[in-house]
């Protein structure tokens, strides 16, 4: 693995950097306390590539790599861990699952649409009563001439009620069946197809999620995507993918977590002396540095493993496992730093400490990597 910086990713970077500053930055708690879903922010995001970052050229897309794609996720997320999450469920969920799996006619009517952010969207996997147990899903989609009719109710959607298309996974056999569930995609305004509650969270508040509502909607065979019954195992290669951009949202906040502390310490003074100086603050940011560089270069492994187009699953897991803990611990480690302070709004470590609890859960929880990376390694 090459460890230089390549000098398109180098300029990626500032891209998205200098964006996040003079369009983000200023409205970052404004956002949080309201819970908008700035949809215009990412509009403008797609004028400059970033919301097709591995979307290749003709269709609309900047072609780049997933080094560039770490580096923009995690840029953003340096100064909004909501934002990063919804570039990254855009980029790598909705359409990463269309540039792998749809046809070259599905390709050409969504891929331009959603690489420019025309179109933001959504992918639904999740359900009220199917977290991990995605095998025993409740939403189905039953054949009827050319037609698939959808029912059920998909839960924890980013962009669940703002996304203008969604792939939709739908159980197409019988519960816990191999084989059981297929890929749709449903746009919005279809009959049948609604937003259903808006969550109130913790943390990522200008992320939107919510749920989608299906009664009865009708689609055609031509929505669907791949084969019937590849839906699940789509799904997994997805999230392989899903994985490193969860690892980049993670260490963006732990990152910004990290950098706010150095800034503070240095300029707060007790007993008339930096708090920097003391063993108890200097040791904390060492273990930051420490545990930010580990995460990373897990990051960047599963990156390399990915451009190569090798298996990436274990490794993938283990970026996102690791980064994600990373991401709590120095967050929480950033408002004890900050005492006091850290624990208004009037400073960000705060917003990072909400924030980075999602990395944990989103995508596979903690507790999933580790049943993903035993099995790997078991595997002999």
């Given amino acids: 693995m090459n460890f230089t910086v390549s000098e398109i990713t180098q300029q990626v970077a500032q891209t998205a950097r200098d964006f996040a500053n003079q369009y983000i930055r200023p409205h970052v708690m404004e956002w949080d306390e309201t819970q908008e879903f700035p949809v215009q922010v990412f509009k403008e995001m797609g004028k400059l590539g970033l919301m097709g970052v591995l979307v290749p050229e003709e269709y609309g897309g900047a072609g780049l790599s997933y080094y560039e794609y770490k580096t923009v996720i995690e840029e953003i997320?340096?100064?909004?861990?909501?934002?990063?999450?919804?570039?990254?469920?855009?980029?790598?969920?909705?359409?990463?699952?269309?540039?792998t799996f749809a046809n070259t006619e599905q390709k050409k009517r969504y891929l331009p649409k959603l690489a420019?952010?025309?179109?933001?969207?959504?992918w639904g996997l999740t359900e009220p009563g199917t977290g991990s147990d995605a095998g025993n899903m409740k939403t189905t989609a039953v054949k009827d001439g050319n037609d698939w009719i959808i029912n059920g109710t998909k839960s924890w959607i980013t962009h669940g009620k703002s996304g203008d298309v969604a792939v939709v996974?739908?159980?197409?056999?019988?519960?816990?069946?191999?084989?059981?569930?297929?890929?749709?995609?449903?746009?919005?305004?279809?009959?049948?197809?609604?937003?259903?509650k808006k969550e109130n969270k913790l943390g990522m508040r200008a992320s939107e999620t919510a749920e989608m509502i299906f009664d009865n909607c009708r689609i055609s065979d031509a929505q669907r995507l791949g084969e019937v019954g590849d839906g699940f195992k789509q799904s997994l290669k997805v999230l392989d993918g899903g994985r490193i951009s969860i690892a980049s949202l993670s260490l963006?906040?732990?990152?910004?977590?990290?950098?706010?502390?150095?800034?503070?310490?240095?300029?707060?003074?007790?007993?008339?002396?930096?708090?920097?100086?003391?063993?108890?603050?200097?040791?904390?940011?060492?273990?930051?540095?420490?545990?930010?560089?580990?995460?990373e270069l897990l990051t960047l492994q599963a990156c390399d493993l990915k451009n190569r187009g090798e298996a990436v699953t274990k490794e993938g897991a283990?970026?996102?496992?690791?980064?994600?803990?990373?991401?709590?611990?120095?967050?929480?480690?950033?408002?004890?730093?900050?005492?006091?302070?850290?624990?208004?709004?009037?400073?960000?470590v705060e917003k990072y400490y909400r924030d980075s609890k999602l990395c944990t859960i989103g995508e596979g929880t903690s507790e999933i990597q580790k049943v993903v990376i035993s099995r790997e390694v078991l595997k002999g």
């Fill in 169 to 196: 996974i739908c159980r197409t056999g019988e519960p816990r069946a191999k084989n059981n569930a297929t890929a749709f995609v449903v746009e919005r305004g279809t009959k049948g197809f609604s937003a259903g």
């Fill in 116 to 122: 420019t952010a025309e179109w933001i969207g959504a």
């Fill in 318 to 348: 283990m970026a996102k496992y690791y980064a994600s803990e990373v991401a709590v611990k120095v967050a929480t480690d950033a408002v004890q730093i900050f005492g006091g302070y850290g624990y208004t709004k009037d400073f960000p």
């Fill in 252 to 295: 963006g906040i732990a990152k910004g977590a990290y950098e706010a502390s150095i800034k503070y310490s240095q300029e707060r003074h007790q007993f008339d002396k930096p708090i920097s100086s003391f063993q108890g603050i200097s040791f904390k940011l060492a273990d930051m540095a420490t545990e930010i560089m580990a995460a």
């Fill in 77 to 99: 997320a340096k100064v909004c861990g909501s934002i990063g999450l919804s570039v990254a469920a855009h980029n790598s969920l909705c359409t990463g699952h269309i540039m």
